[in-house]
């Protein structure tokens, strides 16, 4: 009986240190992870930070230019180059001016989110 308590102990006692390798474990994974979150998290932003100007541009030219041509179709001007940013009670408006013999005629700035309105003279 005496060799049956000795194996109850000796396995507690194995037991105990695998639990507690067990947590020491989950937190070594948890700072892994977190670690390899926060590195991709660096990265995702420094490649954001470099392509943002460019991501502006293709969406200037390739969503917002067609619609502003449609709404401002008989301008002679180039309305993407000519565009201006106005600013209102803290608002940022991108305002692009249409022109007929160089003469501005109409004004389009987009007012919700790619919705674009027009005022003529």
């Known amino acids: 009986m005496s060799s049956n308590k000795n ?4 396995t507690n006692a194995s037991t105990h240190t695998s639990v507690g390798d067990g947590m020491k474990q989950y937190i070594k994974m948890v700072v892994v992870l977190t670690t390899i979150a926060a590195i991709c998290g ?3 932003s420094g490649v ?5 100007v460019r991501i502006e541009e293709q969406i200037l030219v390739n969503v917002k230019g067609p619609a502003v041509k449609k709404v401002l179709e008989t301008s002679t001007n180039d309305l993407l180059q000519d565009r201006q940013t106005v600013t209102v009670d803290g608002q940022k408006y991108v305002v692009f001016v249409g022109r007929k013999n160089g003469k501005p005629w109409a004004v389009s ?3 919700k989110e790619w919705a674009l309105e ?3 003279a």
């Not at 954001?48 to 943002?52: F, I, L, N």
């Open 42 to 44: 660096l990265l995702l």
């Open 7 to 10: 194996t109850n102990a000796a």
């Open 109 to 111: 700035f987009e007012s």
């Open 118 to 120: 027009a005022i003529s």
């Open 48 to 52: 954001k930070g470099m392509t943002a």
